[in-house]
């Protein structure tokens, strides 16, 4: 296995009926742009029931149909928001604790210690995180910084959490892939490996469609992608719901 094999995000998932949640994040390869995306899938009715929302800079998951909602609790949150300089990405309420910890003057690391994997047995959904700095970094004093975090149930009980952080100095035209699941399975199978390397290109209209079109139709939901200029925090970003309209 060639650790340093890139491909593109298209490519990682394209015939994988069930990836799950993802969370990306790299640089443009000009060097001036950090870009992350966030897509979720779902397989439940509840689950499926969900839309994108952006809520000024911050983006926000909602009921496509209140009226279904079975249970709140695991599908709504906030997948994207910004503190200061900080860009957090999550697949759950933990932005909430992220923010609320960097507000205190605390770190990412600090804040997803006190969090676990989602309590769905069997399944028992992992926690990915991520947060790209921008404060400084890729401003003349170094390379661009993303961090990235997965939290998972460390036996098929739920008997204890392993917390797993990785620190990155981007690299222009790559970024880092991850995902809460393998693949389909009952219970479904958790992502074991490490963040995967994965291609990242100018064009914010090549990255959307390239995880859009790859990701199952049947299972795919909502996509949000943003490319945020580094030097002046302006951004262009896509969304695709697929119950919905665009925006």
């Not at 509840?46 to 609790?73: C, H, M, Q, W």
């Not at 909430?96 to 969090?115: C, I, N, P, Q, W």
């Not at 469609?209 to 580094?230: F, G, H, K, P, Q």
Request: charged share 25%; glycine share 8%; with cysteine.
């Amino acid at each position: 296995m060639n650790i340093y094999e890139k491909k593109s995000i298209g490519e990682r998932i394209k015939g994988n009926s069930y990836v799950g949640r993802g969370i990306a994040i790299g640089l443009s390869p000009d060097g001036t742009k950090a870009v992350c995306a966030y897509f979720i899938m779902g397989r439940s009715a509840n689950s499926r029931n969900r839309v994108f929302i952006k809520e000024g800079r911050n983006l926000k998951i909602l009921p496509y149909d209140a009226t279904k909602v079975e249970d709140p609790s695991l599908i709504i949150y906030y997948p994207v928001k910004i503190f200061g300089d900080s860009i957090i990405v999550t697949n759950g309420d933990q932005t909430d604790t992220v923010y609320d910890f960097l507000a205190h003057g605390k770190s990412f690391e600090d804040a997803l210690m006190t969090r676990a994997f989602e309590p769905d047995y069997p399944n028992w959904t992992p926690r990915i995180s991520g947060i790209i700095d921008l404060n400084g970094s890729g401003r003349g004093d170094g390379p661009l910084r993303f961090k990235l975090s997965i939290l998972k149930s460390a036996d098929s009980e739920g008997t204890a959490c392993s917390r797993f952080f990785y620190n990155y100095e981007s690299i222009p035209g790559e970024g880092r892939f991850i995902h809460t699941y393998m693949c389909d399975g009952s219970p479904i199978p958790t992502f074991t490996a490490d963040p995967e390397l994965v291609t990242v290109p100018d064009d914010i209209d090549e990255f959307t469609c390239d995880i859009w079109d790859n990701l199952d139709a049947e299972n795919r939901i909502s996509l949000y992608v943003r490319y945020t200029d580094i030097d002046s925090g302006e951004y262009e970003d896509r969304l695709i719901n697929k119950y919905g309209q665009e925006a």
